[in-house]
């Protein structure tokens, strides 16, 4: 157990919709981390908080919204939904300590009908 | 910018068998280098590190080195198991800009 949670851990919708993923870090972690894994995309980092603000932004798409709360859980809002859509969503979080370990989430599969 | 490239798979092996999985970086100055790994339904979680040049990561069987010259950090273990079947990922980290991650190397071990 990474102590990272994510919810939820199957999502199913249409395509058009929105919806929300969300991630609580590890205690005491402050940075959090989103990245999309699909098939024939790997591994792609879309964004990155520390303590609530926006800290490093990758390959995320303008129909993608993120945010760090108070509490450090983090949200990560994906709208008007394409087939392409489909995936699996990992949220990660570290210290911030800059050693660069992540612990994993056990991620959100995005199915897009 | 920063980019790793390792083999892809997948990569078929049978128990007890050596194995190598390539992994080359291209980032500026001296980033840390990282395997992780995801077995099926799970998370990523770090295999091992290395932080600077020469270093050796090692960890459940599994070594790789940092070889600056070369720009490479290729994974190894002596013996497989079935148990080693996953997805392997090379990572570097630079500063501040985050983890990169290769496209993974699923690996699968035969009895």
């Known amino acids: 157990d990474s102590g990272v949670t994510q919810t939820p851990k199957h999502l199913i919708t249409a395509t058009g919709q929105r919806v929300t993923l969300r991630c609580s870090p590890r205690?005491?972690?402050?940075?959090v981390y989103w990245y999309q894994q699909s098939l024939d995309q790997g591994l792609q980092f879309l964004i990155q908080?520390?303590?609530?603000?926006?800290?490093a932004k990758g390959n995320i798409l303008e129909r993608f919204s993120a945010q760090q709360f108070p509490d450090l859980h983090s949200e990560l809002n994906l709208s008007s939904l394409e087939l392409g859509d489909s995936a699996l969503y990992f949220c990660?979080?570290?210290?911030?300590?800059?050693?660069?370990?992540?612990?994993f989430g056990e991620g959100s599969r995005l199915t897009v009908l | 910018g920063n980019s790793v490239t390792q083999m892809e798979g997948p990569v078929t092996l049978s128990e007890e068998a050596f194995l190598t999985i390539n992994c080359t970086y291209t980032?500026?100055?001296?980033?840390?280098l990282f395997w992780y790994v995801q077995y099926p339904g799970e998370g990523l979680q770090l295999l091992l590190k290395?932080?600077?040049?020469?270093d050796k990561g090692s960890n459940k069987g599994f070594e790789a080195t940092y070889r600056k010259e070369t720009t490479s950090f290729h994974l190894e273990k002596g013996s497989v198991q079935v148990s080693d079947s996953a997805v392997y990922f090379c990572?570097?980290?630079?500063?501040?800009?985050?983890?990169?991650f290769g496209k993974g190397t699923h690996l699968i071990i035969q009895p």
């Open positions: 990660a979080s570290t210290s911030g300590d800059g050693t660069g370990e992540l612990f």
């Open positions: 205690s005491g972690d402050l940075s």
């Open positions: 990572a570097l980290i630079r500063g501040a800009d985050g983890l990169t």
């Open positions: 290395a932080t600077k040049a020469d």
């Open positions: 980032a500026t100055g001296y980033p840390s």
């Open positions: 908080y520390y303590n609530g603000e926006e800290r």
